[in-house]
């Protein structure tokens, strides 16, 4: 997995980078065929925003969240990212009833 960290006004610290690669370790514990990562952090006067960009095999996520404590955008922004990886995950595999359906039909 290519993890590409970007910060506007803002200086991404080895700290900065360890947390958010700690967290991501989340989604690829739920789905492991992720081909490429961005992470985009800005600081805007009092809110701090976190974007990313989620590259999996055939589809793009985006999330972002904004918060005044840019740990908390993180925080929050992996649990938008978790919710549609797991939906994209389970829209993905196959349902039982639907192999049935299709092996009656033919």
Known sequence: MNLTITGH?????????D????????????FD???DTSVYLSV?????RAEINLHVRGKDLFAE????????AIDTLIDKLDRQVL?????RQVRPNETVKHQAAA
Do not use: C, G, N
Request: glycine share 0%; no cysteine; net charge positive.
């Open 33 to 35: 065929q992720v081909v």
């Open 44 to 48: 805007e006067k009092l809110q701090q």
């Open 87 to 91: 939906k994209y995950k389970e829209m």
């Open 65 to 72: 969240s904004v918060h005044q404590d840019l740990y908390a």
């Open 9 to 17: 006004h803002l200086e991404v610290t080895p700290a900065l980078r």
């Open 19 to 30: 947390y958010i690669t700690a967290k991501l370790e989340r989604i690829r514990r739920h």
